[in-house]
């Protein structure tokens, strides 16, 4: 499960440098209008922090600080710096998967006391469904607003 995974992870991440790449012009990734709230630079921001502090910094001990905030709201980052923060986030994900086991797997994952079970396994299949689903958003604003 765990090779599985980290190489679908690697996937969609993989897809989201392609969608920040494919733009004609980089400005865009930080355009908004009416209809569409979420730039995609905010997105892959949002997915760096997010996969950092849920995988890397709970389940790998990393030290990663989230600042979600700044995920929404920091603006003209340079793409080939989200490209890095994206390959950075491929490596902390496959160091820290491949140290957990499968009982590790199987244990309880909780982000708040008032949260029904799950394990760790189903957690990281809930972060890999979010993932695919800013990478849909990311690509509709691309076709939208390019």
Known sequence: M??????????DLDAVKKELNAYNNETVIWKVDKSVSNC???????????????????????????QRDLEFSQKDVPVNDIIAMLDDTKTMIANTLNKL?????QKEYRRNPFEDYMTTAYFLLHLKSHLAYHLGQINYHRRLLD
């Open 2 to 11: 765990v090779q599985s995974l980290i190489k679908l992870f690697h996937r």
């Open 101 to 105: 086991s499968d009982e590790d797997l």
């Open 40 to 66: 995609s630079g905010n997105l892959a921001l949002h997915l760096v922090g997010n996969l950092n502090h849920f995988i890397g910094a709970t389940l790998g001990n990393t030290g990663y600080i989230r």
